[in-house]
């Protein structure tokens, strides 16, 4: 049997001052909680012949979603909403245009309307695509002398991405899966210096994922080629729990260079083709997002 994941990554701006972020996310918690104990879901059993170091995650290749994998010849579509949150984001005048070559901290707003789809070509190779479209805004701060506005805006088509997957091998009692994935951004952004990417980005990475008695554990790394430079890219350790027939979580993460974030998911499955994915990341290290929470469907077509 396979999942299908469908996550709409929302992050609300609570109407009064005192509701900052982590009380959001709080009551966004409490709300999800509340639908899962009162409506009544299909229940979503694994299959009797499903290899039991599998039972958290199922027999497909790992998806660059958080907790989501895809099988041979199946099609994932997964529409969502992201929010981002950061009071101090750092910005530096000279890359948006005005001139200061320093760097400030600054407040940061952002919300996204993306779509995810994945594809199984064979047992062993998948492929990815994922668009966005965003509205961000970054204020100056207030020690910036650049003639930068009080308040930077900008909308519009933001980072368009695909991924090709490959399972080295399928995981046994001696051994763990393991995968890697070749990942490139497309320059479609050129005009615009707050949203979107100028120019040609590429990572390469790889992971292993082992099942247990306790749940599945993931790590990976990877390296990018960005602005004609090769770096150390993300590198993240992972878990996944199917807690009922109906819902896992995840917990994982996740450092990019200096950027650390502490990511938690639920996944609510409604039918065995179609699942809820709420999804909240914290900033960890002073550099990284404070709040970014999102939520989402996914839908699974075979």
Not at 34 to 44: D, F, H, K, Y
Not at 75 to 86: A, I, K, N, Q, S
Not at 204 to 222: D, E, I, K, N, P
Not at 235 to 261: H, I
Request: proline share 6%; aromatic share 12%.
């Amino acid at each position: 049997m396979s999942y299908a994941p469908v996550v709409c990554q929302m992050r609300a701006v609570g109407s009064r001052a005192h509701c900052g972020p982590r009380g959001r996310a709080l009551w966004i918690s409490v709300i999800v909680l509340a639908c899962i104990a009162v409506i009544p879901v299909r229940a979503v059993a694994q299959p009797d012949t499903l290899y039991w170091r599998l039972a958290d995650r199922g027999p497909g290749i790992p998806t660059s979603m958080f907790g989501t994998s895809v099988s041979a010849r199946e099609l994932l579509f997964y529409p969502f909403v992201e929010y981002y949150h950061d009071h101090n984001a750092e910005y530096s005048p000279e890359e948006l245009g005005y001139g200061v070559d320093q760097d400030f901290r600054g407040k940061y707003r952002a919300t996204e309307a993306l779509i995810f789809l994945g594809y199984g070509v064979s047992d062993r190779l998948a492929v990815e695509f994922e668009a966005a479209m965003i509205t961000a805004q970054q204020d100056k701060a207030p020690e910036d002398p650049s003639d930068m506005p009080a308040r930077l805006k900008e909308s519009g088509l933001g980072d368009v991405e695909s991924e090709i997957r490959w399972r080295w091998n399928h995981e046994t009692d001696r051994y763990p899966e393991v995968f890697s994935y070749f990942e490139t951004t497309f320059p479609l952004q050129k005009a615009k210096k707050l949203i979107g990417t100028p120019d040609w980005e590429y990572k390469l990475g790889t992971g292993v994922v082992r099942g247990f008695r306790w749940g599945t554990a993931t790590a990976r790394v990877s390296v990018e080629y960005t602005e004609g430079r090769l770096a150390l890219g993300e590198m993240a350790a992972e878990y996944l729990k199917r807690v009922s027939p109906t819902v896992r979580l995840f917990a994982g993460v996740e450092a990019d260079q200096d950027e650390v974030e502490l990511i938690t998911e639920a996944q609510w499955f409604l039918r065995p083709n179609l699942f809820l994915k709420l999804n909240n990341s914290f900033g960890v290290s002073s550099k990284a997002t404070d709040w970014a929470p999102e939520i989402g469907l996914m839908f699974s077509f075979r």
